[in-house]
């Protein structure tokens, strides 16, 4: 029997999505990258069933509420899943919301948290990168991105990207 892997995501409200799912599409057709859904993961690769994992995403879910954060900068890194993507500070509900993750899932730790939504996943270094950086910087500055749904995904390095899928949400009450 094969191993379910699972993600725990916080989610875009549903207007912000459709814009960061369109710099996604268009970053994909630009670098020959994959697409996906834009996201920001609190807790990554789990081998656990979504059954499992429901009852442990209402604890992380109870007491939270939709909450707002801004856009610190759009960075780069060596790493293929981050290798384009939009930094956000540890804002408060997004600690809260972290330390509760890793209380009631066992797994991940408060102190490397790096939040970020990544816009394109294995994009080479080189110029055209570089400029489409400064492009997504200007236009991403001083952007606030809501936060509104925690879900439970079915994704991890070993699932194929288009096989990802939401397959449980939490609306975080406003």
Not at 23 to 42: C, K, N, W
Not at 101 to 112: D, I
Not at 134 to 156: H, N, P, Q, T, Y
Request: charged share 25%.
């Amino acid at each position: 029997m094969k191993t379910e892997y699972h993600s725990i995501w916080l989610m875009p409200c549903a207007t912000q999505e459709r814009m960061l799912s369109g710099i996604v599409r268009d970053l994909a057709g630009r670098f020959e990258s994959p697409i996906f859904q834009p996201h920001l993961t609190l807790v990554e690769d789990m081998p656990r069933t979504c059954e499992e994992l429901q009852p442990l995403l209402a604890q992380v879910a109870e007491d939270a509420s939709a909450f707002d954060a801004p856009v610190e900068t759009v960075e780069e890194s060596g790493l293929y899943y981050r290798s384009f993507y939009a930094r956000f500070p540890v804002v408060q509900p997004l600690r809260v919301m972290k330390t509760k993750a890793v209380e009631v899932f066992r797994v991940g730790n408060v102190e490397s948290f790096m939040p970020h939504i990544s816009l394109a996943y294995g994009v080479q270094e080189g110029p055209e990168k570089s400029r489409s950086m400064g492009d997504l910087r200007e236009r991403l500055a001083g952007m606030s991105v809501r936060f509104d749904r925690i879900c439970i995904v079915s994704s991890s390095q070993q699932t194929p990207i288009e096989e990802w899928a939401i397959r449980s949400s939490v609306p975080l009450p406003e």
